[in-house]
């Protein structure tokens, strides 16, 4: 059992925390591929920056590993397909928190539409009146902490493409950003995941 954090306080505070709450006292470790190459280990969850899931799933499941990754679980549906097909191709289990899904009244109410006990149901329609921050925040000023590690602080890639005759960056995705010059480049000092690390 690990727990991974690039910022060595918060994640020594949080093995601590695991540890006291389930009785075993975790490793702790700053970069995530060193969890991945654990063979003690057989699932991850993972709860990083909603930019780093998909890639942090993909490398988990290279590694062998289950995966239960919080939503979202890309940024697109590319990146959503690369999951998919990694996870066939190494025979393993990718689940995202959906937990409204899986709640006894939620599935009874599906069976209940299934079974036609309500007749038939031609529209539906959700509404949340959850607030929610915007999806892509602004860049953060704030200075990376002497304790955290470069490659766990890479700021969110703005634009990426998957530009078949590219090369990759390093990520295994076949993801890169936009040449430069191409609409949609991003400013200097912003480069995909793979380029940091």
């Known amino acids: 059992m690990a727990v991974v954090d ?6 020594r505070q949080r093995a601590e925390k695991v540890g006291n709450s389930s009785g075993r006292k975790p490793q702790y470790l700053k970069d995530m591929r060193k969890a991945f ?6 699932i991850v969850s993972i709860a990083t920056p909603n930019h ?5 799933a993909i490398w988990a499941i290279q590694a062998g590993k289950d995966v239960y990754v919080e939503k979202p679980v890309s940024h697109n549906v590319s990146e959503g397909r690369r999951i998919v097909q990694a996870a066939r191709k190494y025979g393993k289990i990718v689940q995202t928190g959906t937990q409204c899904r899986s709640m006894g009244g939620t599935i009874q109410a599906i069976d209940h539409v299934h079974q036609g006990k309500i007749g038939k149901v ?10 929610r921050g915007r999806s892509e925040p602004a860049a953060s000023t704030r200075p ?5 590690t470069a490659c766990g602080w890479a700021p969110r890639p703005r ?12 990520t295994g995705m076949g993801l890169r950003q936009r040449r430069p010059g191409q609409p949609g480049h991003p400013p200097d000092g912003h480069r995909p995941l793979g380029a940091w690390c």
Do not use: M, Q
């Open 122 to 131: 031609s529209v539906a329609r959700g509404l949340c009146y959850k607030r």
């Open 52 to 56: 780093w899931h998909a890639l942090a």
């Open 144 to 148: 990376r902490p002497a304790s955290t």
């Open 37 to 42: 190459e654990d063979k003690s280990i057989d």
């Open 6 to 11: 690039p910022d060595e306080a918060i994640g």
């Open 159 to 170: 634009r990426l493409s998957a530009d078949p005759v590219s090369t990759t960056t390093g």
